[in-house]
């Protein structure tokens, strides 16, 4: 059975629009969410976002998700053959008061469809007619990036200096913003990776002490290890990115973004940047799709 | 009108089980939480604690809550001259997606009343009869705080750092964890603040790194500085809190509870962890009651 635009959110398998206010999701931001680009009723890199969602379970100690539950949700959810993006949480579920979770907490998992509309416009805001050629203006954000090795890289609801970060600035021309963690070194846009070719070379913030390991940005660095570009993950400080030779964002929704403008200093559209983009939109292409019923 | 036991929670007012699942509280833990003790009927510290909850709102740009009105909601809830723990939440109110919130986000109050019970248990968790006067023991925890300056002090919805350092352990004989912060200075227990004698001084962690700055630890601070007692604020380093003369910890519902041992090294219960407990027994007492109506 498909759903219909009157309840677009499974919450545990049942339409639902709204959650228990024990839901330790609430509580504490205590679960995960995955953000699925959707073409044609296709979600793009289902696997690479549900073993991420996996791998980040665990590192929450919460019960793994189901692969097969989800993936059998998402078809209810997508139905005909819509563009939008389909949102999946998974949280602690509900609990009494106290951070420790109690040994019998049932994880909620949640999925929701958004048409592709003004209202689920897909991600960071910007002027430019297409963003994906023309390039995007970006600003420094004053707000920091935590250090955290026990959450770094988790993309969990614990989002408080991104909603900060994101109250910075108002100019829809300024399409993303960057953030450094509190040892100064460049981490991520608020909802995006940051790459940077320097010398030659692509180079991404490492984020085993703060940021989100995004989905987008494995498959740049997949792509790049197959083209045999030579990639370098490790500490970057802002002086050095702002002396790349090209910079570019990625996210689950946009892609890949060529940037043209940090704070006023301009960056060419590259040659790394075109074939990289060239790269990941085939290879959305070919990983779009739910896993056959029961695979 | 008073609240049965049926709708113990008012959301805007209204009685309600359950939050819609745009709640930025849930998708982005973008919002402010107080736990207040409740004894026959009265609140301790009100004016604390929502004192407290504006100031947090400032920096997060939550628009500010009516303290009126959560008074009158409060009194709705308290009813009958019960113990137990009230609860408020203040949310950014439910969202579109995206990090920044929109202009015309209305933020959510919400307010409930647990009778004192198994499951409304006074804080955390401790085998001996009476942990006021026993004390405690408690461990480090391996979990470490992140700092952020932006975010330091702040009683917010952003708590994994908690919940992963509280499932660490389940002894129930150990009361409670330390966290430490990145560059290994003590902050806080995972729901407590905590205080150490040394060479005669009182002295608390510095929290403009990290860190819940609670009612508790106030009221601590301003009847040490009526008593004339001298305190420090400041960064505390794990070794010199190990050598400390006395130590205790704080929240609202425990009050204050001596240490007795911190990871095998033992705490005597000494004459200031005394003198101070008295003082803030009384000023709980001094402190208890909803403003007059109108107030």
């Not at 609801?157 to 909603?163: A, C, I, K, S």
């Not at 600035?169 to 460049?186: K, Q, R, S, T, V």
Request: overall charge neutral.
């Amino acid at each position: 059975m498909t759903m219909g635009g009157q309840h677009p959110t499974l919450v545990n398998g049942e339409p639902a629009d709204s959650l228990p206010i024990e839901e330790r999701g609430f509580r504490y931001g205590d679960g995960l969410f995955e953000t699925i680009k959707v073409c044609a009723g296709a979600p793009e890199f289902w696997d690479a976002h549900i073993g991420r969602l996996c791998r980040d379970a665990e590192r929450l100690n919460l019960a793994q998700p189901e692969a097969g539950l989800l993936a059998a949700e998402a078809r209810r959810l997508l139905g005909a053959p819509r563009d939008g993006v389909l949102r999946i949480w998974l949280t602690r579920g509900p609990g009494g008061p106290g951070y420790r979770p109690e040994k019998t907490a049932v994880p909620t998992r949640m999925l929701r469809f958004d048409p592709l509309t003004a209202t689920a416009s897909p991600g960071p805001a910007a002027t430019s007619p297409d963003p994906a050629q023309e390039g995007v203006r970006l600003r420094i954000c004053q707000t920091r990036l935590g250090q955290n090795p026990a959450l770094a890289g988790i993309k969990h609801l614990n989002r408080l200096e991104q909603v900060l970060a994101a109250q910075e600035w108002d100019d829809p021309a300024i399409a993303e913003g960057l953030m450094l963690d509190g040892a100064g070194h460049l981490i991520e846009g608020t909802k995006t990776n940051v790459f940077f070719v320097c010398e030659g070379r692509l180079i991404t913030p490492d984020l085993t002490e703060a940021g989100v390991a995004g989905v987008l940005r494995e498959v740049v660095l997949a792509e790049a290890k197959r083209a045999n570009f030579p990639v370098k993950i490790r500490p970057v400080r802002l002086a050095e990115a702002l002396a790349a030779e090209e910079c570019f964002l990625t996210n689950s929704l946009v892609h890949l973004w060529p940037v043209r403008e940090i704070d006023g200093k301009a960056f060419a559209i590259g040659p790394v940047t075109d074939a990289l983009a060239r790269r990941v939109e085939a290879a959305a292409k070919a990983g779009r799709g739910l896993p056959e019923r029961g695979a």
